[in-house]
């Protein structure tokens, strides 16, 4: 396919996505709160960590930080120990960072503008679509690797290695996520990548996409 899809063709596959997600979804702690702080921490510790090891660090850190103040003026020490568990320690900088700015620049409150939540210490565009979809069902846009793989397979598109950063790609993102419910939209692409097109060994057998998707039907 050269070129973006139709804007049909995006509704087609975001309409079957989201009837496969109603009853697939995946039951996350995070997903069952309103609340925009602990959304956006989840997704902190989400970034290059599976959501099963993300679990019981969730907890545990939401059992002893109930706002940004308290993350805030923890120390260290005690948020290595509870964070410990993700890896990747150069992040946990990242979590008093981000909180001391939603303190000091916006009272406290996460804000919901693309352009501002993105600057917040440790999130980037990824984030900030997601946190502003779920958290506040915005139609915003998500792109990472997952997606990337996902929009390749099924409109067979060339991607760049940088895909994500990709401008067709965003466009076609851009248009999937302007949707009544752009939240169950998003959270239905990461969970289709992490169930059914997985980097490798996609589950063609239970795919709902396959008879229209680019990557299924090319196989030899």
């Given amino acids: 396919m050269n070129g973006l899809p139709s804007v049909q063709e995006i509704k087609n596959f975001r309409k079957v996505l ?12 995070w ?4 609340n925009p702080f602990r959304i956006l921490i989840a ?3 989400l970034q290059r960590t599976k959501a099963d090891q993300v679990h019981a660090v969730y907890l545990d850190f939401f059992s002893i930080f109930k706002s940004p103040i308290d993350v805030a ?5 005690k948020l290595n120990r509870i964070l410990y568990p993700l890896g990747l320690r150069w992040r946990i900088k990242k979590f008093k960072a981000v909180s001391k700015s939603i303190i000091n620049n916006f009272k406290g409150n996460i804000p919901m503008s693309r352009n501002e939540i993105s600057r917040l210490p440790g999130v980037g565009d990824y984030v900030a679509g997601i946190v502003l979809s779920v958290a506040f069902n915005k139609k915003e846009w998500i792109v990472d690797s997952n997606v990337v793989r996902i929009y390749k397979r099924y409109f067979g598109i060339p991607t760049s290695k940088e895909g994500r950063r990709d401008k067709h790609v965003i466009d076609i993102a851009k248009i999937y996520s302007n949707c009544r419910n752009p939240k169950n939209a998003n959270l239905a692409l990461l ?8 980097p490798r060994n996609p589950d063609h ?3 709902p996409l396959r008879r229209s998707c ?3 039907l090319n196989l030899k």
Avoid: G, Q
């Fill in 18 to 29: 989201i009837k496969w997600f109603n009853k697939n979804k995946r039951n996350y702690p």
């Fill in 31 to 34: 997903r069952k709160t309103k």
């Fill in 43 to 45: 997704e902190m510790m």
């Fill in 73 to 77: 003026s923890m120390n260290m020490k």
């Fill in 191 to 198: 969970d289709f990548a992490a169930l059914i097109c997985m």
């Fill in 205 to 207: 057998e239970r795919c």
């Fill in 214 to 216: 680019h990557y299924f």
